[in-house]
């Protein structure tokens, strides 16, 4: 059986960013095991944090090994931990990408050729998933706002859109977004904290959300203005939803 | 004037909690804050007018280009022994030299963060450190700080993440335009091995060859003593002509380049060594180059001004400690 290519990007939340609130992460989790496997195999890629310590040790209390097969990789400590990460990588169902900054992301990630294990990992039905950098990393252009200014990075374009990440609570992006666009910037999509856009192939099949007000948006540049859409979300906090049966 | 003063800015960003730390928090108030504060007590500030932001490195004209290339020790392999810290403090003109670490090597690692702070601390000097992994949090531009440094000291860790995220954020060139203005880039491990043509890493698993800045020529290996898989990768990746002759160096030894020659090599650690590794005769040989061995135990040398030792005794006072 051929798995489908799929993203899953956080505007915000998961583990990193709402203690007490699984809902994304148990979304992400439950689309690994469709593999089929009872425990998911989940490796997390720390690598926009510097491979911060505290953050890998945060990720295994949260992917413990009760639910799933946890590993990580640490690009900075290489002559320990797996030997060869794009075998590595081919064999997980999901992939799960930090938080930080995403042009050291990018940097560090074309350094060891991670970028171009990954395209094959998703094209090989293996899920992406990731908060903050590692939701801009997957698109053609993304606004980073993880250095004071918000600037347009060039992503890795497994998706032909743009993103903007933390949509409601650093203002700043918002107007940085809608000036790139203007300028020429593909469209693409916001999410806010707590919003993850889910895409199927390079197409958003699905908005859910871990917080009932969390939202996001097909933003365009159109004839010289910026048309923000908002776009119709599942919550995850409801048990019953139908729609989480599609 | 262009002080990087972190203390109390969180970044602005509020959603990672991440992975953020004032220097406060690293324990670094004695030696920041008591020279921000102290002018005062400061009778040792640098007499050089303070740089414009237009020209952040032009107070540095007329210096010598200055690289001291260590192969291992320093604050993050022998906090017990101070003696190369001490060595790149004094390299700097200034009495209370502004230094600033690059953690990058390391992933911005808060412990090689901390142990700066604290081995600087009783030195007299300003520190601060970037964080390319945490730049919202700087008050700062990137390249006007880093060329308002006495001395710039890049940490150990990988060599190829290193030069990824420098070149990713731009602070290859900035490097470069510093040590061409005079400011003293110091460096261990992969902070050393970056400045040259080429280096052995381990970044990506078993020791290899890569490319460096090569704003010294030749090739360095690193830990030449006390990581001994390195060596016959140096060796025969000079004996094959893969990379150029170089300078093998061990743990505990710097060699300080003036311009792009070697004009000292200088020991933290009595018996350890640095070779000159090239080919003679078809043949690759290791030169032993004898370092000066640092003495320690004198905080207070003659080069060192009546009022700065003053300075010190009162700060070490302040921290309870007899000296």
Not at chain 1, 57 to 67: E, I, L
Not at chain 1, 95 to 124: F, I, K, Q, T
């Amino acid at each position: 059986m051929t798995r489908p290519r799929q993203i899953v990007a956080f505007g915000g939340g998961g583990f990193s960013m709402e203690a007490g609130n699984p809902l994304l992460d148990d979304y992400v989790l439950g689309l690994a095991t469709a593999s089929g496997r009872d425990r998911p195999r989940v490796c997390f890629l720390p690598t926009a944090s510097g491979d911060a310590d505290h953050y890998v040790v945060r990720f295994y209390r949260h992917f413990t090994a009760a639910r799933c097969e946890p590993s990580h990789i640490s690009l900075f400590r290489r002559d320990r931990g797996v030997a060869d990460i794009r075998e590595h990588l081919l064999s997980q169902d999901l992939v799960y990408v930090g938080g930080g900054s995403v042009v050291s992301l990018l940097g560090v990630w074309r350094a060891h050729g991670v970028d171009a294990a990954l395209r094959d990992a998703w094209e090989a039905g293996v899920v992406m998933a990731g908060l903050s950098a590692g939701s801009l990393c997957w698109f053609a252009e993304a606004m980073s706002g993880y250095h004071g200014e918000c600037t347009p990075v060039h992503g890795m374009e497994f998706l032909p859109w743009s993103n903007a990440v933390h949509y409601d609570k650093e203002p700043h992006r918002r107007p940085a977004f809608h000036a790139a666009l203007l300028a020429g910037m593909p469209g693409g999509f916001a999410a806010e904290d707590g919003a993850a856009l889910h895409f199927v192939g390079e197409e958003l099949a699905r908005v859910v959300t871990s917080r009932a007000t969390a939202r996001a948006f097909r933003v365009d540049a159109v004839g010289g203005e910026v048309v923000e859409l908002p776009l119709p979300a599942t919550y995850l906090g409801v048990a019953a939803e139908p729609a989480l049966a599609a | 004037m262009p002080i990087v003063e972190f203390v109390g800015q969180e970044p602005t960003n509020s959603t990672l909690d991440l992975m953020w730390r004032s220097p406060r928090e690293y324990g670094t108030a004695s030696c920041t804050s008591a020279s921000h504060r102290g002018r005062a007590v400061s009778p040792d500030r640098d007499e050089c007018p303070a740089p414009s932001a237009s020209q952040p490195g032009a107070r540095r004209a007329g210096r010598v280009p200055t690289i001291f290339a260590m192969g291992g020790g320093g604050f993050t392999m022998e906090p017990e022994n101070p003696a190369l810290d001490e060595y790149v403090r004094g390299l700097a003109p200034a009495r209370e030299p502004r230094i600033c670490l690059l953690p990058t090597a390391g992933g911005d690692s808060e412990d090689q963060i901390r142990r700066f702070y604290t081995a600087f601390a009783d030195q007299l000097c300003k520190p601060t450190h970037v964080s390319l992994f945490r730049l919202g949090a700087q008050l700062v531009p990137l390249r006007e700080h880093l060329l308002s440094q006495d001395v710039v000291y890049v940490g150990g860790g990988s060599m190829i993440n290193l030069l990824a995220l420098w070149r990713a954020h731009g602070v290859d060139a900035i490097l470069r335009e510093a040590w061409q203005a005079g400011i003293v880039l110091a460096g261990l491990s992969a902070g050393s091995m970056c400045w040259f043509e080429h280096g052995i890493t381990t970044s990506t698993g078993a020791p290899r060859a890569a490319a460096g800045l090569g704003f010294l020529p030749g090739s360095n290996s690193v830990h030449h003593d006390g990581e001994p898989a390195r060596r016959p990768v140096f060796l025969d990746a000079v004996a094959r002509g893969d990379i150029p002759p170089g300078w093998g160096v061990d743990d505990g030894v710097g060699l300080l380049f003036r311009g792009t020659r070697v004009a000292e090599a200088v020991t933290s650690r009595p018996g350890a060594r640095a070779y000159r590794v090239h080919v003679v005769e078809g043949e690759v040989v290791e030169e032993a180059i004898e370092p000066r061995v640092l003495t320690l135990s004198v905080r207070v040398d003659p080069k060192t001004p009546l009022a700065v030792a003053e300075l010190r005794a009162l700060r070490a006072a302040r921290q309870g400690r007899l000296d």
